[in-house]
């Protein structure tokens, strides 16, 4: 059973729509400049088709699939939910050559397929590029520091994300916050860029604008939408959850992630602590695929590596993708008129 909503900021049933443009939006043909990135298992066609419903893009993501012929099903259930709305699929890019094999040749299904856009993550996508390239797919490459955009935008994606230490996921291993990447992208970088890491709220993605992005990217927001294929156990948790429940492991084989606090992430640091050369070998009974995908499944959060970021501050309740698009959008619109205000008239006292 869910748990009771915790107390919900100011909301909208419909949508408040506006005349907005930004590179983003622009390259993704979105009405609001949001993006809901891939996520972990979790992100099907469903999801991506509820958030082209909502005027934003998703991403379904990829690595997860067993086969070539079960991809290929997924991204055309999308097309056909989605229509000429956007949408894209997440490639994950990991260290070892077997990896980059298997991203290689997902990137020839998502090119044989048609897919228009791209979101890549982990190592550098340049290996994929020419696939992507030649099949004219938009790039977006998200990054855990700016460093990393920079190369990104040498080697020529068309824009890139860089999510902060606030981040679910993978937030890298400088302990640099969101609201310094602002501050030094604009200074930084040429092409668009999206900030990511503690976003949940309209009002951030307008103070995000203000700063030079063209948009920004959340996770965490999304994860307990009805749209998510997950048990309502798991949702519930998260619902329940705050700001203050996350917690960084895997400090020792530098893959810094950011997950709810619960027994898995206590055992594995007791491991780091104890042994901290003792490699990823002692952590993957804890850590495995596996483990989170039967978290999934039953909902019992008190084991499994459970992605999410600090935003899980603004997760109230279960609702629908485009009902929380719905909000976010109201949330702009009260910053943006609140920022208004703070303005006199121009000669005026």
């Known amino acids: ?27 993704f043909g979105i009405q609001f400049p949001l993006v809901a990135g891939g996520l972990q ?26 086969d070539h012929h079960a991809l290929r099903t997924e991204i055309q259930r999308a097309q056909s939910l989605c229509g000429s709305l956007p949408f894209g699929v997440n ?15 997902i990137a020839r299904v998502v090119a044989e397929e048609g897919v228009r856009f791209v979101e890549t993550t982990g190592r550098s996508p340049e290996p994929l590029l020419p696939i992507l390239r030649d099949a004219g797919i938009k790039v977006l490459h998200k990054v855990p520091g700016l460093k990393f955009a920079l ?20 937030p890298g291993p400088a302990a640099v916050g969101t609201m310094v990447n602002a501050g030094l992208a604009r200074e930084r970088l040429d092409i668009p860029y999206l900030l ?52 960084i492991s895997l400090w020792s084989v530098r893959n810094n992630a950011r997950t709810l606090v619960n027994e898995t992430t ?12 003792g490699g990823i070998d002692p952590l993957m009974p804890h850590i495995a695929g596996a483990v989170l995908k039967q978290t999934y499944q039953d909902g019992d959060t008190s084991r499994g590596m459970v992605y999410a970021g600090q935003a899980l501050g603004f997760v109230r309740q279960s609702v629908p993708v485009a009902q929380t698009v719905s909000q976010l959008k109201e949330e702009f619109s009260q910053a943006r008129q609140r920022l208004s205000s703070l303005f006199a008239p121009v000669g005026g006292p």
């Not at 049933?13 to 390259?27: H, K, N, Q, Y």
């Not at 490639?91 to 040749?105: Q, R, T, V």
Request: hydrophobic share 45%.
């Open 266 to 277: 206590r055992a594995v640091a007791a491991l780091e602590a104890a042994d901290p050369q």
């Open 196 to 247: 990511g890491g503690g976003f949940g709220n309209g009002a951030q993605i307008l103070a995000a604008l203000a700063t030079g992005a063209s948009g920004v990217v959340m996770g965490t927001r999304f994860l307990a939408s009805t749209e998510i294929p997950a048990h309502p156990d798991y949702k519930a948790s998260l619902v329940s959850a705050t700001e203050n429940d996350t917690t």
């Open 41 to 66: 298992f979790l992100a099907t066609a469903d999801y991506a088709a509820a958030c082209a419903r909502a005027g934003i893009i998703g991403f379904l993501t990829s690595n997860h699939f067993d």
């Open 151 to 170: 190369k990104a935008q040498d080697i020529g994606v068309d824009a890139v994300t860089i999510v902060g230490w606030e981040c679910g996921g993978h």
């Open 91 to 105: 490639i994950a890019m990991l260290p070892k050559a077997s990896d980059l094999n298997k991203a290689l040749g």
């Open 1 to 27: 059973m869910m748990t009771a909503s915790k107390p919900s900021a100011a909301s909208s049933s419909d949508a408040v729509d506006f005349g907005l443009r930004t590179p983003i939006t622009d390259l």
